[in-house]
């Protein structure tokens, strides 16, 4: 299997209205805040490339676990491993039927530093954090390749990774 293409958006989008200090305006004018929203289009021939990708879902176990990016799984179950390349977009996820937050962080042993060398996020029930590289990025090899995940219980985690050369 192959990436046709990966379509990424950051978007957030607010439409405020101003009601005084508009002279130009009957009474209200409405003001759409949406100047720093980004998107690309990765394909195996973009800058950034991608070709690479794993969607899974982590099961902590006694409220830890770790994702080894050199052992994913891809569709229908495929092994997928990063090793060589550069996360492109990661995303992790965390359902709101979890009870609790899960912190994402660079591995105690053979930490990935692509997210930096002292990289720790807490996603919230119901809540996600997305990382898009532009072309910059740290490759994953045998000593840059975990992250490691801490939560409660035998909670779940949703992670989206794309790689690519």
Known sequence: MSIKNVSYKSQVTTVETISSGVPAAAGSADITHSGYDTSATLT?????AADTVAYEQFALSAGAATIDLTSLVGPGGAA????GKKVRLIRFSNPSTNANSIT???GAANGYTGLGSSF????????????YDGGGGVAVDA????????GTGSQVLNVSVVGGP
Do not use: I, Y
């Open 80 to 83: 997928v491993t990063l090793n």
């Open 120 to 131: 720790s996020v807490t996603v919230p029930p119901g809540g996600d954090v997305t990382f």
């Open 104 to 106: 994402v962080a660079k």
């Open 44 to 48: 195996p021939t973009s800058t950034p």
């Open 143 to 150: 000593t840059h390749k975990t992250l490691d995940l801490t």
